[in-house]
Antibody, heavy 121, light 107 residues
Framework: QVQLVQSGAEVKKPGASVKVSCKASGYTFTGYYMHWVRQAPGQGLEWMGRINPNSGGTNYAQKFQGRVTMTRDTSISTAYMELSRLRSDDTAVYYC??????????????WGQGTLVTVSS | DIQMTQSPSSLSASVGDRVTITCRASQGISNYLAWFQQKPGKAPKSLIYAASSLQSGVPSKFSGSGSGTDFTLTISSLQPEDFATYYCQQYNSYPWTFGQGTKVEIK
């Protein structure tokens, strides 16, 4: 069965960077894009971007361009999301999500358990 | 970006009630619409994809309909485990966008 296991909670100071990992199992890691979605406390869901684990190619939401970097290590089936120049409003739960696709159109069927990132001085 | 607007933002209902949540897209998205259930402290759980296809393992009391810009999620007979927040999401184009959520509470 598909499983996405994320790294643990982080506390960071404003201006710092955070790197969250997402280890995949139960499927061929390079066969599906990995997406990152965040949720601020008491708020809705926000798509941040995606990475093609096969090629390493990325697409980022405009809001995060220049601050987010998504990478992967195919040898250990793990995707990473690094967010830099952290601000207090980056405090959120960060989720990785894998799509389920039909004819190349994908929706986020599988989700990691989430990683809480707290930005506080 | 495509905006997704859900209504209502919250509702109070009793066990056994039939509940309907609506979701409107700011432009046509065909049937590329998914519904999720989220409970406090948990990741979203997929319920419906392609507007009306029930995810494997999800009870048939959940149903979805719609196409184009207007969609609905219906829970036929609300049970205690259904009290949660529900989100719609369009995957017609990037960036993926989500509705603001509908919180279903116990009356």
């Amino acid at each position: 069965q598909v499983q996405l296991v994320q790294s643990g909670a982080e506390v960071k100071k404003p201006g710092a960077s955070v790197k969250v990992s997402c280890k995949a199992s139960g499927y061929t890691f390079t066969g599906y894009y990995m997406h990152w979605v965040r949720q601020a406390p008491g708020q809705g869901l926000e798509w941040m971007g995606r990475i093609n684990p096969n090629s390493g190619g990325t697409n980022y939401a405009q809001k995060f361009q220049g601050r987010v970097t998504m990478t992967r290590d195919t040898s250990i089936s793990t995707a990473y999301m690094e967010l830099s120049r952290l601000r207090s409003d980056d405090t959120a739960v960060y989720y990785c999500a894998r799509g389920s696709c039909t004819n190349g159109v994908c929706y986020p069927k599988y989700w990691g358990q989430g990683t809480l990132v707290t930005v506080s001085s | 970006d495509i905006q997704m607007t859900q209504s209502p933002s919250s509702l109070s209902a009793s066990v056994g009630d039939r509940v309907t949540i609506t979701c409107r897209a700011s432009q046509g998205i065909s049937n590329y619409l998914a519904w999720f259930q989220q409970k406090p402290g948990k990741a979203p759980k997929s319920l419906i994809y392609a507007a009306s296809s029930l995810q494997s393992g999800v009870p048939s009391k959940f149903s979805g309909s719609g196409s184009g810009t207007d969609f609905t999620l219906t829970i036929s007979s609300l049970q205690p485990e259904d009290f949660a927040t529900y989100y719609c999401q369009q995957y017609n184009s990037y960036p993926w966008t989500f509705g603001q959520g509908t919180k279903v509470e116990i009356k």
